[in-house]
């Protein structure tokens, strides 16, 4: 059984900033793939940023030069740093994980979600 729970979310004004956190536990064997994404009302999830275990990172042009995923290994943790807030980042936001578990099964596993609202 593995576990993603995510933090930090909240309500902010645009321009302002918030930073993620999401901690892996359970039968973790190993993570490979780690990210975040997020869904609006009415719209489908998109992917947000992804990092490796060893750190290469991928972004959404959307966010690009605005957020900055992170990760922890020795924590099973990642962090998006999310600056220049707008409006339209309003969402649910998600992280998930690729992990071998213990028992030398993998599967992509996913939190429950955390709002963050950005006022105008």
């Known amino acids: 059984q593995v576990r993603l729970v995510e933090s930090g979310g909240g309500l902010v004004q645009a321009g302002g900033s918030l930073r993620l956190s999401c901690a892996a536990s359970?039968?973790?064997?190993?993570?490979?793939?780690m990210g975040w994404y997020r869904q609006a009302p009415g719209k489908q999830r998109e992917m947000i940023a992804t990092?490796?275990?060893?750190?290469?990172?991928n972004y959404a042009d959307s966010v690009k030069g605005r957020f900055t995923i992170s990760r922890d290994n020795a924590k099973n943790t990642i962090y998006l740093q999310m600056n220049s807030l707008k409006p339209e980042d309003t969402a649910v936001y998600y992280c998930?994980?690729?992990?071998?578990?213990?028992?030398?099964?993998?599967?992509?596993?996913w939190g429950q979600g955390t709002q963050v609202t950005v006022s105008s």
């Open positions: 998930n994980a690729d992990v071998l578990t213990t028992m030398m099964t993998r599967d992509v596993y």
């Open positions: 359970g039968s973790i064997f190993v993570i490979n793939d």
């Open positions: 990092v490796t275990r060893d750190t290469n990172t």
